[in-house]
């Protein structure tokens, strides 16, 4: 049920910098795929530039928290659909934890007899986190404050959708090199068990490993640095999760890999689902 008919198209995609992104072609990836839906995470940006870069003119309607610390975070929703409402943050009161989550209720139009619907969609950033820094407690108390809110999300049913970075990879399949991982930061156990809460308590569905099979993979990011990309030596951390209406409703999930490391505009790889409502 998007603009252009029953399909609703949601992309997720850490930009690195929206400037930056666009810098390396990111316009020409969106003018390709079109989603209805666009969650950004690590926007790195002020309203106003990324209103210039996601304009109204080219339909946008925008929903965006800057991180409290210049240069860092931020997360944005843009969509073709109208916004009947958007909620900001989730409020905990620490500078760390702005720009890192963001709400909006899109207005989905019938289609061929359906009756409108009412879709909200998440954008979010979750904390990166350093094993033996304090880093790590802001993680896991921001993950408790995520928590309480897809509980609340969960039980209100619905559509929703909760998209973007977790910096959690949850299962072996979802790192190329989980071996070397396990007693590293966003493979921790203790991480892992707040997916699991999410998946098994909570009803949440991951429609990226769910649509896209047992794995390994697909990735969603991969280092700069040496042969990380070529090689495909990626993490799966980017997701869409969704209620389980919504979830029923997905048909496809398409990781947008850039063909070559040199055409990539961000380390991270768009996640884009598509929702047949």
């Known amino acids: 049920m998007g603009l252009d008919g029953p399909v609703l198209t949601i992309a997720t995609v850490n930009v690195n910098g929206i400037r930056a992104a ?20 690590e926007v790195r940006a002020s309203d106003e530039i990324l209103a210039d870069h996601l304009t ?13 610390t210049k240069g860092r975070a931020g997360v944005a929703i843009a969509s073709r659909l109208p916004m009947d409402a958007v909620r900001i943050g989730l409020r905990t009161g620490v500078t760390g934890d702005t720009g890192r989550w963001v709400e909006a209720d899109l207005a989905v ?3 061929d007899g359906a009756p409108a619907r009412t879709v909200t969609v998440v954008s979010t950033y979750i904390h990166s986190g350093t094993l033996g820094t304090p880093s790590m407690d ?12 897809l509980g609340d999300l969960s039980q209100a049913g619905g559509y929703a959708v909760v998209a973007g970075d977790l910096n959690i990879a949850h299962r072996e399949a979802d790192i190329k090199n989980w071996k070397g991982n396990l007693r590293s930061a966003g493979f921790l156990p203790q991480e892992r068990a707040y997916l699991d809460r999410w998946f098994d308590d909570l009803s949440w569905r991951d429609l990226g490993r769910e649509l896209g099979g047992e794995g390994p993979g697909p990735f969603t990011w991969w280092s700069w640095r040496g042969q990380a990309f070529d090689n495909d030596s990626g993490w799966r951390i ?3 999760l969704a209620t389980p209406d919504l979830a029923d409703a997905a048909v496809a999930a398409t990781v947008d890999r850039a063909p070559t490391y040199a ?7 768009p996640l884009v689902v598509e929702y047949d409502l």
């Not at 802001?138 to 809110?149: C, I, Q, S, W």
């Not at 055409?263 to 790889?269: K, P, Q």
């Open 22 to 41: 666009y810098k390396r072609g990111m316009g020409e990836w969106l003018a390709v795929r079109k989603p209805d839906v666009l969650l950004l995470q």
């Open 109 to 111: 139009p019938s289609h």
């Open 138 to 149: 802001e993680k896991y108390a921001f993950l408790d404050h995520v928590t309480a809110r």
């Open 263 to 269: 055409e990539r505009f961000s380390d991270h790889a």
């Open 238 to 240: 980017d997701y869409q």
């Open 56 to 68: 109204a003119e080219d339909g946008w309607h925008l929903a965006h928290e800057a991180s409290e």
